[in-house]
T-cell receptor
Framework: GAVVSQHPSWVICKSGTSVKIECRSL??????MFWYRQFPKQSLMLMAT?????????EQGVEKDKFLINHASLTLSTLTVTSAHPEDSSFYIC????????????FGQGTRLTVV | AQSVTQLDSQVPVFEEAPVELRCNYS??????LFWYVQYPNQGLQLLLK??????LVESINGFEAEFNKSQTSFHLRKPSVHISDTAEYFC???????????FGTGTKLQVIP
């Protein structure tokens, strides 16, 4: 199967700082990437969908100015949590989907963000 | 719109006993179906998936799931569980068209020695 690499796997940052998470498709071109968030003891919820070269589409309730998503190339998407606060502490995971209309998405291993 | 229902939030089972984790889905269009496993403090691992073809799919560690279109179900089963199977299991669906994945709320499998 296709490989999606997410970096870092965990990060601790101070409140008020920004954190960037990278999601890379290693062996295929990802025309679409998805970002999910999992709060403790909860399921994963879709935050946003990004298509290469286009602005991301955010799900209802997700602040686009706080969670900046860039999908500048067919193999890399980044999620930047700006001015992070303790309530942003969560598990963030990306998935990537290749070209074509009948392809599944492949998940990265996730990033655990802790804001102190 | 699509949705996934995992009725059981926790399932305790004795080691070497069989287990079934239930999953029902709702979608107006054709979907892919997945089971993911998440071990404590780790990421998601794909356990098995149904894309098309045979409705019974198997994983390398003894789990299997059967796609039942009439009952809109994709229950996960294992005939004999091991301590190492203790984890949280997520059922998920994805529409063929857009690739968005909708997850169920998860079932924690607790294998008791």
């Amino acid at each position: 199967g296709a490989v999606v690499s997410q970096h870092p796997s965990w990060v601790i940052c101070k409140s008020g700082t920004s954190v960037k998470i990278e999601c890379r498709s290693l062996d295929f071109q990802a025309t679409t990437m998805f970002w999910y968030r999992q709060f403790p003891k909860q399921s994963l919820m879709l935050m946003a969908t990004s298509n290469e070269g286009s602005k991301a589409t955010y799900e209802q309730g997700v602040e686009k100015d706080k969670f900046l998503i860039n999908h500048a190339s067919l193999t890399l998407s980044t999620l930047t949590v700006t001015s992070a606060h303790p309530e942003d502490s969560s598990f963030y995971i990306c998935s990537a989907r290749g070209q074509g209309t009948l392809t599944e998405a492949f998940f990265g291993q996730g990033t655990r963000l802790t804001v102190v | 719109a699509q949705s996934v229902t995992q009725l059981d939030s926790q399932v305790p089972v004795f080691e070497e006993a069989p287990v079934e984790l239930r999953c029902n889905y709702s979608s107006s269009v054709s979907v892919y179906l997945f089971w993911y496993v998440q071990y404590p403090n780790q990421g998601l691992q794909l356990l098995l998936k149904y894309l098309s073809g045979s409705t019974l799919v198997e994983s390398i560690n003894g789990f299997e799931a059967e796609f039942n279109k009439s009952q809109t179900s994709f229950h996960l089963r294992k005939p004999s569980v091991h301590i190492s199977d203790t984890a949280e299991y997520f059922c998920a669906v994805s529409q063929l068209r857009d690739g968005k994945v909708t997850f169920g709320t998860g079932t924690k499998l607790q294998v008791i020695p």
